[in-house]
Nanobody, 124 residues
Framework: QVQLVESGGGLVQAGGSLRLSCAASGRTFITYAMAWFRQAPGKERETVAAISWSGGATYYADSVKGRFTISRDNAKNTVFLEMNSLKPEDTAVYYC?????????????????WGQGIQVTVSS
């Protein structure tokens, strides 16, 4: 069983930055691929970014490419999402998720463990 706890969300003005963190329990974190998803009101949950167990492979949605960076620190069982040049359309609840496989995937259904979600609000 893996527990994920997100932190770092909040309210920021357009053009600003936030850094989300996701702390994972368990000794097998290094074997999990990780991802960040988001869900805006009235919209479906979407994949934002994903990272393989080593960090050697990453994925970004077109809407965040060049602005967001996903990374991980396996020694600290933590995955990060650095968000720069934020836009009002980035406003959503952001979720951290883990899959019991080191290979990165982007499909939501492939992620077994989920955090509770954290609000990110970008004002114009």
């Amino acid at each position: 069983q893996v527990q994920l706890v997100e932190s770092g969300g909040g309210l920021v003005q357009a053009g600003g930055s936030l850094r989300l963190s996701c702390a994972a329990s368990g000794r097998t974190f290094i074997t999990y691929a990780m991802a960040w998803f988001r869900q805006a009101p009235g919209k479906e949950r979407e994949t934002v970014a994903a990272i393989s167990w080593s960090g050697g492979a990453t994925y970004y949605a077109d809407s965040v490419k060049g602005r967001f960076t996903i990374s991980r620190d396996n020694a600290k069982n933590t995955v990060f999402l650095e968000m720069n040049s934020l836009k009002p359309e980035d406003t959503a609840v952001y979720y951290c998720a883990a899959r019991s496989d080191p290979v990165m995937r982007i499909e939501i259904r492939t992620y077994k463990y989920w955090g509770q979600g954290i609000q990110v609000t970008v004002s114009s």
